[in-house]
């Protein structure tokens, strides 16, 4: 039996985004105003034809459309109302789900203003610290810029339709070559705005890239491998060309404070240059040619692994979606540098992440690509890779800096990836049970728990000791 489709909140917010009253919608979509109310309050389901006609009325993407896109902001709620702050009363999913459904807008804002909680609770616990440095002046204590950008980016899907466009009608207007982009970009911002490219060998130089305005001169560390100096040509001409894009969509985000808006500049001027590098027509095509194999597109478009997974988690243009992947960076101690998803994969906002991911046990095969089928507590399986990433510190003084990279798709789509090839995915017993992390993960039967979650009871037992570390309700 099909389940019944139930989006009226979703056509709701789409109704007043184009400022249609109910009746105006119900002669477009053919049905009744009646009809149309009862959908909006979820009191009948969707059909198929009126569903086509939103489609066709709205422009929207139908898988976008049925897809639970508010299922990673349910996820953050569940994920903060763990904290004790909140009081012992769980909320159930269900109720969660309602209520994101209704209004992700103030769902967002519960999250903002936890966020705003916590760094306040993070600040005070340090006050002993901090207060003799500090003058009698207080300043507000804002949500610290770093998540607020990440967020962002999370909630936009790490998809920006503006600046793809643009690296696009770039590309093919200079008609530049994935296999030549070094000297074709050294010749344009040449041409085009007067930057002259210089390589810095000096002892002690700290910067990897470095533009002087005033000389129009655009230094690349000579420590820089072949992939990342194009990037950061490509960075340079986001910022010099582009600057008005940017802006307009880090004027619509919205942003608190000006450190965010100009965290959030360089991560659209980076996400810029990873579109000019990997064209999204012409890298699409190829990533579903070669089924996704990261290392075969290294080498077709002269870009670097994490460059390539980084890439292929922004490929949600409406129309001509790639597979929805995740995409994260982490640190040696388990710390996330990174994380982009356009997937119903939750990464953690506090705390460690799963030991069972394999983007940890990467570390332990350096440069080896693992595979894994996993599972979340939510009952949705991933076919995930990890694979380190090693960027140099060229000294003897300056270490290099070891990362493991993860890239990630629910195994819905695992049979378009080339390292699905020997798995059954259809054996849950191949899945690895993983968690966002133990904070708020309810598993029972797991070993490698580090502590209990958060509000639960833990049994202890002086006459029995089991391998799971815990035993809890």
Known sequence: MKKKLFLGAKLRRLREGKKLNQAALAALLEVSPSYLNQIENNQRPLTVPVLLRIGAVFGVDLNSLVEDEDARIVADLREALNDPAFGEGKVTLAELRNATAASPDLAKRVMSLYHSYRNLRDRLQSLTETLPHQGSGGSPLPQFPYEAVRDFFYYRDNYFDELDGAADTLFAAERFSAADLHPHLTEYLKRRHGVRIRIVQEEGNDSMRHYDA???????????????????????????????????????????????????????????????????????????????????????????????????????????????????????????????????????????????????????????????????????????????????????????????????????????????????????????????????????????????PVGSHVTVEKDNRRFVPYVFE
């Not at 608190?256 to 999204?280: H, I, K, W």
């Not at 390292?419 to 490698?448: F, H, K, M, W």
Request: net charge positive.
């Open 214 to 452: 005033a000389n129009r001169i655009l230094s690349l560390s000579a420590l820089l491998d072949p992939s990342t100096r194009i990037f950061q040509m490509a960075h340079q001409v986001a910022l010099l060309g582009f600057a008005d894009v940017i802006g307009g969509i880090v004027e619509k985000a919205g942003f608190q404070t000006e450190d965010a808006r100009a965290l959030c500049r360089v991560g659209l001027a980076n996400y810029f240059a990873g579109a000019l590098m990997m064209p999204y027509g012409p890298f699409l095509r190829e990533a579903r040619a070669v089924r996704h194999d990261v290392e075969l597109l290294q080498s077709r478009f002269g870009a670097s692994f994490e460059q390539v997974c980084h890439r292929l988690s922004t490929l949600q243009r409406p129309g001509d979606r790639g597979i929805p992947f995740y995409f994260v960076r982490i640190d040696m101690a388990g710390n996330i540098t990174k994380r982009h998803s356009a997937t119903r994969f939750h990464f953690t906002q506090f705390g460690g992440a799963c030991p069972l991911w394999n983007v940890h046990s990467a570390f332990g095969a350096p440069g080896r690509i693992l595979v894994q089928h996993a599972r979340m507590p939510d009952g949705i399986a991933y076919l995930c890779i990890a694979r380190t990433v090693t960027k140099l510190g060229g000294a003897y003084s300056r270490p290099d800096r070891h990362f493991a990279v993860g890239l990630g798709c629910e195994v819905t789509h695992a049979s378009e990836l080339v390292y699905s090839a020997g798995i059954d995915l259809a054996d849950d017993r191949s899945a690895t049970p993983i968690g966002v992390n133990c904070r708020v993960c309810e598993r029972t039967d797991c070993q490698q728990r580090a502590f209990p």
